[in-house]
């Protein structure tokens, strides 16, 4: 039996073991991939909004956000397959046949990207999905690229994949692309960038590698194809709460649903970082509740043992 289970080893859940450690709490962490940091080692671009911590991206800024994590009081396994949660229960089946009990389950499995499930999207997945603008500005240099999305991550990207690639096509389903206002400002004087507004893309297309992406316009009575080296897909991200959302209360989205001390509708069950938080996402937001967690956590065991 333990105090805490914490699903996740992104920095909401590493930020709540940690606090678990401080506070005497015997916390286990359970991680799917085989490396912590969750959505970190997906950032290729910097970091310069987390206080006291610049980094050029999510890679260095883990360097130092987990400095000591190995020599804290908490276990920590990573590649577990999680088959089965009973929140009312505390207990999580493990693929392996483990069972494992708690006091209290902290639930931080952050989110995910949407997929748009078109033909195409993961048969080429490394031959010309294209992961990152950061990252692969350099690798799709000279060449023609599409961006699907219309939101922040799209035209960020767009505006990234535009400082080397020949054209760059922004695929946005809406009457105009959603992203902020410091984005879109930069579209108008791109002329690089081209983008089709009240358009969805139905396939992608090539033989070993991505040739062409299919375009429908609203307006158009057909598709048409357009040859492109490069798609990029960002059209959000959802929560990563499929394994509880029938047990614990979620909005519309699935975003798991928690009050100010980061607890579901299930005692002693809590939820932090982004898989509760659709408004603001941040690492910072997600340390906090890391903190909070742990601290209502300890109080109530501690009243409790007393
Ligand atoms: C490109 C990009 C740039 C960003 N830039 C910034 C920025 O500049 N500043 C900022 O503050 N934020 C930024 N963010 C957002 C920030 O990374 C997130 O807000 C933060 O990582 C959320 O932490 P989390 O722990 O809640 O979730 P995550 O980081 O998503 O971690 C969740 C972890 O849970 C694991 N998990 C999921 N399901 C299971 C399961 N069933 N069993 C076990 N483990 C599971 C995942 O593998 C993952 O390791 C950026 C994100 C991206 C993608």
């Known amino acids: 039996m333990h105090d805490v289970l914490i699903i996740g080893a992104g920095p909401a859940g590493l930020a709540a073991a940690l606090w678990c450690d401080q506070l005497g709490l015997d916390a286990l962490v359970l991680e799917q991939a085989p490396a912590i940091g969750g959505q970190l080692s997906a950032i290729y671009g910097p970091i310069e909004n987390y206080p006291g911590l610049r980094a050029a991206n999510g890679q260095e800024f883990l360097e130092a956000f987990a400095d000591g994590i190995d ?88 505006l990234l994949l535009s400082q080397t690639c020949a054209t760059v096509t922004l695929v946005s389903r809406s009457r105009k692309p959603r992203a902020r206002r410091e984005f879109t400002e930069q579209l108008g004087t791109n002329h690089c960038i081209t983008v089709f507004n009240e ?92 903190a909070t967690a742990a601290k209502v956590i300890s109080s109530r065991l501690n009243s409790v043992r007393q």
């Open 71 to 158: 020599e804290a009081g908490f276990d920590l396994w990573t590649s577990v397959e999680i088959e089965k949660v009973d929140l009312s229960a505390k207990r999580v089946s493990l693929r392996s046949g483990e069972e494992l009990q708690a006091i209290s389950i902290v639930i931080a499995t952050g989110v995910r990207r949407r997929q748009l499930g078109i033909p195409g999207e993961t048969e080429f997945v490394g031959k010309g999905i294209i992961e990152s603008g950061a990252r692969d500005k350099e690798r799709y240099a000279g060449k023609d690229v599409c961006i699907i999305g219309g939101g922040d991550a799209a035209v960020e990207n767009a």
């Open 199 to 290: 358009a969805v893309a139905t396939r992608i297309l090539g033989n070993s590698e991505v040739e062409a992406v299919e375009i429908q316009r609203k307006d158009a009575i057909k598709p048409f194809q357009m040859a492109v080296k490069g798609v990029l897909i960002r059209i959000g991200v959802e929560p990563n709460s499929d394994l509880f959302r029938e047990q614990v209360d979620c909005d519309v989205n699935n975003y798991i649903l928690i009050n100010s001390q980061q607890e579901t509708n299930l005692k002693n069950v809590f939820a932090l970082g982004d898989v509760s938080n659709p408004i603001a996402p941040t690492i910072s937001g997600a340390v906090g509740a890391g």
